[in-house]
């Protein structure tokens, strides 16, 4: 019974394309600031598939805002801490919204102008954004993750049925490991983005998933900011 309940739960997750992080935690920080970059939420391509020509542009682009991004958001947090210190004073609570409104306006122009540069569109920015959220998430969720450990425990625990249960347990997870390797395949991405931006993405991987950690940091970073000046 326990088996069959773990496979059932194996074969859902599996059947899910790309992985669901639970949301961060509403902030008063700048919306704008950090857009949450989730394999959850892909950006179709404007043409359907991507050029792999432009990732080392989408590369330098990312590794830019990244870089203004911790002085923006350190001004930010001492604007909180000056409206936290006299909460009372609604002269005080203006000018600290005022000041918020100035930082996010200030990130909006970064953005903007690391944007011209890159040479990219906003719709080639968030297609690689997608594919590049999905191409970490999914290596972390399959390679090591849940994935991939609920599946070797299964095919540990029904290695040890007898015979005349084993075959209906082999099945189901026939079907979940073709599952598991459509996802370790990018298959669907590769149909939604191209060949060649997948594999392109796949070479740089390592260099994808430093950023992309850097950027789930900026976001914690900001939620605590909020939260801390409630």
Not at 17 to 44: D, F, M
């Amino acid at each position: 019974m326990r088996l069959g309940i773990a496979l059932l739960a194996l074969a859902a997750l599996a059947a899910c394309k790309k992985s669901n992080p639970p949301p961060e935690p509403a902030s008063p920080a700048p919306s704008s600031a950090v857009p949450a970059r989730s394999a959850a939420a892909p950006q179709p391509a404007a043409s359907g598939k991507l050029d792999p020509a432009q990732l080392d542009k989408y590369i330098a682009y990312e590794k830019a805002l990244l870089g203004t991004l911790p002085k923006r958001f350190d001004e930010y947090r001492q604007t909180l801490a000056e409206a936290k210190k006299d909460p009372g004073s609604g002269v005080q609570a203006s000018a600290a919204l005022a000041q918020a409104n100035a930082l996010t306006k200030a990130i909006d122009e970064d953005k903007a102008r690391l944007q011209k540069d890159s040479g990219l569109s906003a719709e080639a920015l968030q297609s690689w954004d997608s594919l590049t959220s999905q191409v970490v998430e999914l290596s972390q969720m399959n390679v090591n993750g849940p994935l991939a450990k609920m599946a070797a425990a299964a095919h540990a625990r029904v290695a040890q049925l007898p015979p005349e249960k084993r075959d209906a347990a082999e099945k189901q997870l026939e079907a979940v490991d073709e599952q598991l390797k459509k996802q370790q395949a990018l298959t669907d991405q590769r149909a939604e983005f191209g060949d060649a931006a997948v594999n392109a993405a796949l070479a740089r991987k390592t260099e994808l998933t430093d950023l992309h950690a850097q950027r789930m940091a900026l976001l914690k970073q900001m939620t605590a900011a909020g939260d801390a000046a409630r």
